[in-house]
């Protein structure tokens, strides 16, 4: 999309992610950090090979369909290409692929945009920089996983504002810098200072008694 996209800069700040929430409430679990700030939902769509779990596909998506916030999708699936229409129609606004999926990133990413989406690139933290410098011209968002992909609840990895300020440098100022991966409290400022400007959380936000007052928390722990 282009840079005047309204939903780009919706995309900025914390971004819930469901695969830590109670998925027998998910909607209002949703409408709780939407309530409280969050402009965005993170859906982690696995597949069971790219990383071993399998978690949810584009009936979650439309599940989530008039909730007021984005619905950024990060899918950790091989050959996201073959996937990226069924979940634009389920109402993705964000289709983030992975780097290391698919042997046809630069279609993908092209995909994403013509099916109405905007088109995020996300790198594993085995994963140099290059995809990034090489597709800054097809990004809406640039994700630097700072675990590795697959679980919720993981640990921050320490060298990760290196990478983060490292992609800042590589990408041009309407194209988002998410993290995603052990983002809490503890964390997140050296994520922001590093040049991150959209934060995934999923445990420090569904993981905690109130979801809506760490959505707050870590906003404000953000500098934003
Ligand atoms: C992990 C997922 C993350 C996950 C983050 O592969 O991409 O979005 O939900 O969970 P936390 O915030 O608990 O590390
Ligand atoms: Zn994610």
Known sequence: MTATDPRLARLKGIAPSILASDFGRLRSQCEEVVAAGATVI????????????????????????GIDAVLDVHLMIERPERQLADFAKAGADVLT?????????????????????LAGLALCPGTGTAPVTENAGLLDLALCMTVNPGWGG?????????KIARIAGQIGPGTVLQVDGGVDLSTIGACAAAGATSFVAGSAVFGTPDPGEAVRALTAAAGR
């Open 42 to 65: 993170h859906i982690d769509v696995m597949d069971g090979h790219f990383v071993p779990p399998i978690t949810m596909g584009p009936i979650v998506v439309d599940a989530l369909k």
């Open 154 to 162: 993981q640990k921050f990895i320490p060298t990760s504002p290196d």
């Open 97 to 117: 692929v992975h780097a290391e999926a698919t042997p046809q990133l630069h279609f993908a990413l092209q995909q994403a945009r013509e099916l109405g989406a």
